[in-house]
């Protein structure tokens, strides 16, 4: 009962409030996974596995919380789509980052700044009914 009535409350909160919500979960589980392998592995490699645990846990947090939506294949492959971008503007920016010499730890929270608001724009597209 106190679980349901806190869920009601989060799904008052404003959808913005709701995505950036998941998208800080989403991106501590990208960052952690990929700060623990960029020391062992490549930084391409660490970067996406990082990128592919946050992916699937953003998806159904995206779907359910942040715009309230049963996930479905349609949903899938536009979420999908959206993150095919979205990834290689990370991969794309990771790499100009390092390029330019920014310390492996740093550059990836250079790039969450610039591909987190544009990857809020293009889910929303995908989830919001038309």
Do not use: C, D
């Amino acid at each position: 009962l106190i679980f349901n009535v806190k869920m009601k409350q989060l799904k008052e909160l404003p959808e913005f409030v709701r995505f950036v919500m998941v998208g800080i979960l989403a991106t501590t589980l990208h960052y952690g996974l990929y700060f623990v392998l960029q020391q062992v592995i490549n930084v391409n490699i660490a970067y996406t596995l990082g990128y592919a645990l946050s992916f699937n846990a953003n998806f159904y947090l995206t779907a359910y919380f942040t715009f309230g939506r049963k996930p479905s294949w349609r949903k899938a492959f536009g979420f999908g789509g959206a993150h095919l971008f979205n990834y290689l503007l990370h991969i794309g920016l990771l790499n100009a980052f390092l390029w330019m010499e920014l310390p492996k730890p740093l550059a990836p929270v250079l790039v969450f700044a610039i591909a987190i608001p544009v990857n809020f724009l293009l889910v929303r597209f995908v989830f919001k009914p038309r």
